[in-house]
């Protein structure tokens, strides 16, 4: 089952996601499962580690990495997100009624600009 470890896919997640994500188009040869590099970028993320020298134990770093850049370069990312938030919209999933209480919003004492004193007056 997935989502054995901490913060990686659950098997439904990854049931969701995987209709989106893109495939190969042959040129580059095949592409590393997308679910093993995903949990990859993941635990990057979550852990901080830079470029291709990330130790995951989900694939190798620099394959992390690749695909975690391109696809940010590309939009996939972007893609992925508007097309997960479709589905989940259009099956009553995301509540769009946002509420904020302005008595828990603060703002420092010269947020505004205000001055003060009067300005000095001119010559």
Excluded at 48 to 64: E, H, Y
């Amino acid at each position: 089952m997935g989502g054995s470890r901490r913060g990686q896919l659950s098997d439904a997640e990854w049931e969701r996601l995987r209709p989106f994500l893109p495939v190969s188009n042959g040129r580059c040869g095949r592409w590393r499962d997308h679910r093993q590099v995903i949990d990859g970028i993941l635990y990057r993320v979550r852990s901080g580690c830079t470029g291709a020298i990330c130790r995951s134990g989900l694939g190798r770093g620099k394959t992390v990495y690749e695909r975690h850049r391109m696809w940010s370069a590309d939009g996939t990312w972007e893609r992925l997100f508007q097309q997960l938030q479709a589905v989940a919209d259009a099956a009553g999933e995301i509540d769009w009624n946002v509420s904020v209480d302005s008595t828990s919003v603060r703002a420092h004492q010269h947020a505004a600009g205000a001055r003060t004193a009067p300005p000095p007056l001119p010559g």
